[in-house]
C-alpha cells in the first residue's frame, strides 16, 4: 500500500476551467519524486489540490493516504494525516515570531495525534529540539525571534519552510518550485535539509521547472508534467534529458476526443 495513492485526478478552478487532467502517482516513504513541468502546467495546482486549497475542486479521482480517501478532510487535517506543502511564495505573517509560529505548529499536530486533548510540548524541550533543527539547516539564532516571513529574503523564507518541516516530521513533503528565488548557497542548504529528511519515516513530492533542484536532491522517479498531465516518467537521466531538450518534444497525448 502506497503512502499517497493520487487516482485519476481531475482538478478544476472555481469558473469551472480544468487544470489537471486525470493524474495517476503513488509515492511511498524514503523515495523522492520529482514533477517537471513548464510553467503554467498546472503543477502548483495539483500541489494546492493535495492539501485541499478551497478554490480548486475534484471533480474526478481520488486522493488516498495509508489507503483511505482524504478528499472529504479539510486542509487541517490532511496536515495531520503527515501531508506538508512547503509554498512557492510563503506569506508574512507579522506579529507572529518564527519561533511561536512552530511551537504552535507542533501543539497543533500533538492535538490532533492525541485525540483532540491538548498535549503542548514543554519550553525547555522545544528549544531543544528548535536549537537542533536551525543548527542543521544553518539558519541564524536570531531569526527564530523574528516576525513570520516579515521582510524575509527568499532564501530565508525557504529555510524556514524547511525548518518547519524538520520539526513537524511529516509523512510526504510537497516542495511546490522550493527553488524559486534561490541563490546557490541557500539552495544546497535547502536541498541538503530535504535530503537529510527523507527515509523510511518520510517520502517527498518535489515540484520544479528546472533541474537545478535536482543536482543536489537526486529524485528516485521523475514524472514530466504538461498540460494538467503526467506525459512522461522515468528515472533521475529524465531529467537531463529535459534540460538538453526542454518540454516541447513532450507533449500530451490527444484524450475524449481532442483534436
Given at each position: 500500500?502506497?503512502?499517497?495513492?493520487?487516482?485519476?485526478?481531475?482538478?478544476?478552478?472555481?469558473?469551472?476551467?480544468?487544470?489537471?487532467?486525470?493524474?495517476?502517482?503513488?509515492?511511498?516513504?524514503?523515495?523522492?519524486?520529482a514533477?517537471?513541468?513548464?510553467?503554467?502546467?498546472?503543477?502548483?495546482?495539483?500541489?494546492?489540490?493535495?492539501?485541499?486549497?478551497?478554490?480548486?475542486?475534484?471533480?474526478e479521482?481520488?486522493?488516498?493516504?495509508?489507503?483511505?480517501?482524504?478528499?472529504?478532510?479539510?486542509?487541517?487535517?490532511?496536515?495531520?494525516?503527515g501531508?506538508?506543502?512547503?509554498?512557492?511564495?510563503?506569506?508574512?505573517?507579522?506579529?507572529?515570531?518564527?519561533?511561536?509560529?512552530?511551537?504552535?505548529?507542533?501543539?497543533?499536530?500533538?492535538?490532533?495525534?492525541?485525540?483532540?486533548?491538548?498535549?503542548?510540548?514543554?519550553?525547555?524541550?522545544?528549544?531543544?529540539?528548535l536549537?537542533?533543527?536551525?543548527k542543521?539547516?544553518?539558519?541564524?539564532?536570531?531569526?527564530?525571534?523574528?516576525y513570520?516571513?516579515?521582510?524575509?529574503?527568499?532564501?530565508?523564507?525557504?529555510?524556514?519552510?524547511i525548518l518547519?518541516?524538520?520539526?513537524?516530521?511529516?509523512?510526504l513533503?510537497?516542495?511546490?518550485?522550493?527553488?524559486s528565488?534561490?541563490?546557490?548557497?541557500?539552495?544546497?542548504?535547502?536541498?541538503?535539509?530535504?535530503?537529510?529528511?527523507?527515509g523510511?519515516?518520510?517520502g517527498?513530492?518535489v515540484i520544479?521547472?528546472?533541474?537545478?533542484?535536482?543536482?543536489?536532491i537526486?529524485?528516485?522517479?521523475?514524472?514530466?508534467?504538461?498540460?494538467?498531465?503526467?506525459?512522461?516518467?522515468?528515472?533521475?537521466e529524465?531529467?537531463?534529458?529535459?534540460?538538453?531538450?526542454?518540454?516541447?518534444?513532450?507533449?500530451?497525448?490527444?484524450?475524449?476526443?481532442?483534436?
Amino acid at each position: 500500500m502506497a503512502l499517497l495513492e493520487i487516482k485519476n485526478l481531475h482538478v478544476s478552478t472555481e469558473d469551472g476551467t480544468e487544470i489537471v487532467r486525470g493524474v495517476d502517482l503513488s509515492v511511498n516513504t524514503n523515495e523522492v519524486h520529482a514533477i517537471m513541468g513548464p510553467n503554467g502546467s498546472g503543477k502548483s495546482t495539483l500541489a494546492y489540490a493535495l492539501m485541499g486549497h478551497p478554490a480548486y475542486e475534484i471533480t474526478e479521482g481520488d486522493i488516498l493516504v495509508d489507503g483511505e480517501s482524504i478528499l472529504e478532510l479539510e486542509a487541517d487535517e490532511r496536515a495531520q494525516r503527515g501531508l506538508f506543502l512547503a509554498f512557492q511564495y510563503p506569506h508574512a505573517v507579522p506579529g507572529v515570531t518564527v519561533a511561536s509560529f512552530l511551537r504552535s505548529a507542533i501543539n497543533a499536530v500533538r492535538k490532533a495525534k492525541a485525540g483532540g486533548e491538548d498535549d503542548p510540548i514543554k519550553i525547555p524541550e522545544f528549544r531543544k529540539r528548535l536549537d537542533a533543527a536551525m543548527k542543521q539547516l544553518k539558519v541564524p539564532k536570531e531569526m527564530a525571534g523574528r516576525y513570520l516571513n516579515d521582510g524575509f529574503s527568499g532564501g530565508e523564507k525557504k529555510r524556514v519552510e524547511i525548518l518547519q518541516m524538520a520539526l513537524l516530521q511529516p509523512r510526504l513533503a510537497v516542495l511546490d518550485e522550493t527553488d524559486s528565488g534561490l541563490d546557490i548557497d541557500a539552495l544546497r542548504i535547502v536541498a541538503g535539509g530535504v535530503r537529510e529528511l527523507v527515509g523510511p519515516e518520510m517520502g517527498a513530492l518535489v515540484i520544479t521547472h528546472y533541474q537545478r533542484i535536482l543536482n543536489y536532491i537526486k529524485p528516485d522517479f521523475v514524472h514530466v508534467f504538461v498540460d494538467g498531465r503526467i506525459v512522461r516518467e522515468g528515472g533521475p537521466e529524465l531529467a537531463e534529458q529535459l534540460e538538453a531538450e526542454g518540454y516541447e518534444t513532450f507533449t500530451p497525448e490527444p484524450v475524449g476526443g481532442e483534436a
